[in-house]
C-alpha cells in the first residue's frame, strides 16, 4: 500500500497543469480572441471608432476648402487712386472716403482693417494707414515687385512641423492611455468578479496577461490604420500630394515605434492592475505609468525646434514613436540612429515584458489592500 500510494502521484500528473503549460500559445490565443470580440461588440470602442476614422479623413479632404470657410474680408477706406490700386486684392472690400481725414477717423473707430490713400511723396503714389499693424495682403501687393531668392525650397513648414508633432504625440498618448486603460479595468473587473480564479484554471497567468496585451496591440493598431487610410483616402480626394510625399517616411517609422511602444505600456498597466483588487484603487497605481507617457509627450511639442533635446529625446523609450518620425521629418537625423531607437525601445520592452510578468503572476490572485510598486517587485505584503 505504501508503495503503491507514494506511485500514483508520480505515474498520474495533473492533466489541467499538464494542459497549460503545453498549451501557452493556444491559451493565449483564446484570451486575444476573447479580449478582441469583447471590445468589438462595446458600442462605445465603435461610435469612437468610426467618428476618429471620419473625422480624420474629412478633415484632410476639406483640408483645401477650409482656409476660404474660415476666411474673412476686410474692409479698407480708399480715395479716388486707392480705389484702382486695392481693386484686384483678394478678401478686401473698398470703402470710398472723400478725404484723408475721413480715412483716418474711420480707421481710428475700427470700423475699417486700413485705409489706402492718395500720397505724392511715396514712391507708389499711395500710402496705407492702419491702426495698430498693417495687413500684409495689401502692403504686399501695393509694394513694387521686389527680386525673389529661394534659399532652400524644401525646408519644412514651421506651422506643419507643429501639427505632426502635435498629431503623432497624441496618436500615441490616446492610443497607450485608453487601450492601456482598457487592460487595467478589464484585469480588475475579473479579479473583483473572481472570474480571473476561473480563467487560471485553465490556463497560466502569463498567458492571460500575454494575450490581454497582444489583443489590445492589435485593436490599437486596426484602429490607427484605419484612421491612417481614411486620411490617405482624404488626401486623394483633396489632391493633396504633401500626405503621401513629404510625411511619408515619418510615419514609416512611426509604425513599428508605436507598436513596439505599445506593447511595452499595455504590459506596464496589466501589471498596475494585477496590484489593486478595486476600481477605485487602479489609479494610484496606474498614475505612475501615464506620467512617464505623458512627460515626454509634452517635451517633445515644447522642444519641437530645438535640435539637441529631439536628439535626446529620440532615445528615450516612452518619447521615440514621436521624436524620431519629427526628426526624420526635418532632415536632422543620420541614417543610423532610427535604427539605434528602434533597437532600445525593443530592449526595452523586452524588460518591461519581464517585469510585468513577474509582477502578474505575483498579484493577480492576492485580494485585500493594494500593493506598491516596490511591494509587488520584492514580494513584500504577499502573504
Same mark, same amino acid.
Given at each position: 500500500?505504501?508503495?503503491?500510494?507514494?506511485?500514483?502521484?508520480?505515474?498520474?500528473?495533473?492533466?489541467?497543469?499538464?494542459?497549460?503549460?503545453?498549451?501557452?500559445?493556444?491559451?493565449?490565443?483564446?484570451?486575444?480572441?476573447?479580449?478582441?470580440?469583447?471590445?468589438?461588440?462595446?458600442?462605445?470602442?465603435?461610435?469612437?471608432?468610426?467618428?476618429?476614422?471620419?473625422?480624420?479623413?474629412?478633415?484632410?479632404?476639406?483640408? /483645401?476648402?477650409?482656409?476660404?470657410?474660415?476666411?474673412?474680408?476686410?474692409?479698407?477706406?480708399?480715395?479716388?487712386?486707392?480705389?484702382?490700386?486695392?481693386?484686384?486684392?483678394?478678401?478686401?472690400?473698398?470703402?470710398?472716403?472723400?478725404?484723408?481725414?475721413?480715412?483716418?477717423?474711420?480707421?481710428?473707430?475700427?470700423?475699417?482693417?486700413?485705409?489706402?490713400?492718395?500720397?505724392?511723396?511715396?514712391?507708389?503714389?499711395?500710402?496705407?494707414?492702419?491702426?495698430?499693424?498693417?495687413?500684409?495682403?495689401?502692403?504686399?501687393?501695393?509694394?513694387?515687385?521686389?527680386?525673389?531668392?529661394?534659399?532652400?525650397?524644401?525646408?519644412?513648414?514651421?506651422?506643419?512641423?507643429?501639427?505632426?508633432?502635435?498629431?503623432?504625440?497624441?496618436?500615441?498618448?490616446?492610443?497607450?492611455?485608453?487601450? /492601456?486603460?482598457?487592460?487595467?479595468?478589464?484585469?480588475?473587473?475579473?479579479?473583483?468578479?473572481?472570474?480571473?480564479?476561473? +480563467?487560471?484554471?485553465?490556463?497560466?497567468?502569463?498567458?492571460?496577461?500575454?494575450?490581454?496585451?497582444?489583443?489590445?496591440?492589435?485593436?490599437?493598431?486596426?484602429?490607427?490604420?484605419?484612421?491612417?487610410?481614411?486620411? +490617405?483616402?482624404?488626401?486623394?480626394?483633396?489632391?493633396?500630394?504633401?500626405?503621401? /510625399?513629404?510625411?511619408?517616411?515619418?510615419?514609416?517609422?512611426?509604425?513599428?515605434?508605436?507598436?513596439?511602444?505599445?506593447?511595452?505600456?499595455?504590459?506596464?498597466?496589466?501589471?498596475?492592475?494585477?496590484?489593486?483588487?478595486?476600481?477605485?484603487?487602479?489609479?494610484?497605481?496606474?498614475?505612475?505609468?501615464?506620467?512617464?507617457?505623458? +512627460?515626454?509627450?509634452?517635451?517633445?511639442?515644447?522642444?519641437?525646434?530645438?535640435?539637441?533635446?529631439?536628439?535626446?529625446?529620440?532615445?528615450?523609450?516612452?518619447?521615440?514613436?514621436?521624436?524620431?518620425?519629427?526628426?526624420?521629418?526635418?532632415?536632422?537625423?543620420?541614417?543610423?540612429?532610427?535604427?539605434?531607437?528602434?533597437?532600445?525601445?525593443?530592449?526595452?520592452?523586452?524588460?518591461?515584458?519581464?517585469?510585468?510578468?513577474?509582477?502578474?503572476?505575483?498579484?493577480?490572485?492576492?485580494?485585500?489592500?493594494? +500593493?506598491?510598486?516596490?511591494?509587488?517587485?520584492? /514580494?513584500?505584503?504577499?502573504?
Amino acid at each position: 500500500m505504501t508503495a503503491q500510494t507514494k506511485q500514483t502521484p508520480a505515474t498520474q500528473p495533473n492533466p489541467t497543469m499538464t494542459v497549460a503549460r503545453a498549451g501557452l500559445m493556444a491559451a493565449m490565443g483564446l484570451v486575444i480572441e476573447r479580449e478582441i470580440m469583447v471590445r468589438l461588440r462595446s458600442k462605445a470602442f465603435m461610435i469612437s471608432t468610426i467618428l476618429s476614422i471620419v473625422l480624420f479623413g474629412a478633415l484632410v479632404a476639406f483640408s /483645401g476648402t477650409l482656409p476660404s470657410l474660415f476666411s474673412s474680408t476686410d474692409k479698407v477706406a480708399v480715395t479716388s487712386a486707392g480705389t484702382q490700386a486695392v481693386e484686384g486684392i483678394d478678401d478686401v472690400e473698398p470703402v470710398d472716403v472723400g478725404s484723408v481725414a475721413e480715412a483716418k477717423e474711420l480707421v481710428r473707430s475700427d470700423k475699417v482693417a486700413a485705409a489706402v490713400v492718395d500720397d505724392s511723396e511715396s514712391p507708389v503714389g499711395l500710402r496705407v494707414i492702419a491702426q495698430r499693424s498693417a495687413p500684409d495682403s495689401i502692403v504686399s501687393a501695393l509694394s513694387q515687385v521686389p527680386t525673389v531668392e529661394i534659399l532652400d525650397p524644401d525646408a519644412p513648414d514651421p506651422g506643419l512641423t507643429s501639427l505632426m508633432g502635435l498629431g503623432l504625440g497624441l496618436v500615441f498618448f490616446m492610443s497607450a492611455v485608453t487601450f /492601456g486603460s482598457t487592460i487595467a479595468s478589464s484585469v480588475v473587473e475579473e479579479k473583483q468578479s473572481r472570474i480571473v480564479e476561473i +480563467l487560471l484554471a485553465s490556463t497560466s497567468a502569463r498567458a492571460l496577461m500575454f494575450g490581454k496585451v497582444i489583443a489590445c496591440t492589435v485593436l490599437a493598431f486596426g484602429q490607427i490604420a484605419l484612421t491612417a487610410v481614411a486620411v +490617405l483616402v482624404g488626401a486623394a480626394i483633396s489632391g493633396n500630394d504633401l500626405v503621401l /510625399g513629404k510625411i511619408a517616411e515619418p510615419i514609416a517609422w512611426f509604425v513599428p515605434l508605436f507598436v513596439i511602444g505599445f506593447v511595452m505600456v499595455a504590459a506596464l498597466y496589466a501589471a498596475a492592475a494585477s496590484m489593486v483588487s478595486r476600481t477605485e484603487d487602479l489609479g494610484s497605481t496606474a498614475t505612475p505609468i501615464m506620467m512617464t507617457i505623458f +512627460l515626454p509627450y509634452m517635451a517633445v511639442i515644447m522642444f519641437s525646434d530645438n535640435e539637441s533635446v529631439m536628439a535626446v529625446m529620440s532615445y528615450i523609450p516612452f518619447s521615440a514613436a514621436v521624436a524620431v518620425p519629427m526628426r526624420v521629418f526635418l532632415g536632422t537625423i543620420e541614417w543610423w540612429e532610427p535604427l539605434v531607437s528602434l533597437l532600445i525601445l525593443a530592449v526595452t520592452t523586452l524588460g518591461a515584458l519581464l517585469l510585468a510578468t513577474r509582477i502578474f503572476e505575483r498579484s493577480i490572485l492576492r485580494s485585500g489592500p493594494k +500593493l506598491s510598486w516596490k511591494q509587488a517587485l520584492t /514580494g513584500g505584503g504577499l502573504g
